[in-house]
T-cell receptor
């Protein structure tokens, strides 16, 4: 039973436009959410996180939105750049436990 | 900067061989994790450790074991490698309940 779902396996966006990656979760006990970016043949790189006490966190071109009532979070990348092309993983945890539950990832392609 | 290193980037082994994957972190992190990544399946947790000599099973521990004799080092052992263990293996570490930082990964091919 998947607790963290990324329903879009892939997304294609034009350079300069907004990329929106979505993630849904089922466990209402999750209180910490993260996004990781992964290039082929490399380990995932931490991108941005959000605590359940917030509904938005911003870091440069990256913004994460959390809608607790819908159990949904999204990552916005504005403006998108070709170097953003990678697989993006959403992850969630109960901070008291420490281990992360990952979604299956969304492959983002940003076309010049 | 957090640094997590893995002993090999690429490894080719034969079915039935015993395989050791080593992971070292230099940030005095309490927690260490082993995942495998397969296309369409995302990252799946094999084992994790909250302290030296402590280990906990993750979602897919079958066919694997781990060892944590020192705080900075976490080893994954494939007792008898099989072809379905061909995968990308990723090690991560973190302070308590904080963000996990990943190593570069080991791509293992079992023939």
């Amino acid at each position: 039973d998947q607790q963290v779902k990324q329903n879009s396996p892939s997304l294609s966006v034009q350079e300069g436009r907004i990329s929106i990656l979505n993630c849904d979760y089922t466990n209402s006990m999750f209180d910490y959410f993260l996004w990781y970016k992964k290039y082929p043949a490399e380990g995932p790189t931490f991108l941005i996180s959000i605590s359940s006490i917030k509904d938005k966190n911003e870091d440069g071109r990256f913004t994460v939105f959390l809608n607790k009532s819908a159990k949904h979070l999204s990552l916005h990348i504005v403006p998108s750049q070709p170097g953003d092309s990678a697989v993006y993983f959403c992850a969630a945890s109960k901070r008291s436990q420490g281990n992360l539950i990952f979604g299956k990832g969304t492959k983002l392609s940003v076309k010049p | 900067d957090v640094k997590v290193t893995q002993s090999s980037r690429y490894l080719v082994k034969r079915t039935g061989e015993k395989v050791f994957l080593e992971c070292v972190q230099d940030m005095d992190h309490e927690n260490m994790f082993w995942y495998r990544q397969d296309p369409g399946l995302g990252l799946r947790l094999i084992y994790f450790s909250y302290d030296v000599k402590m280990k906990e099973k993750g979602d897919i521990p079958e066919g694997y074991s781990v060892s944590r004799e020192k705080k900075e080092r976490f080893s994954l052992i494939l007792e008898s490698a099989s072809t379905n263990q061909t995968s990308m293996y990723l090690c991560a570490s973190s302070w308590y309940q904080e963000t996990q930082y990943f190593g570069p990964g080991t791509r293992l091919l079992v023939l």
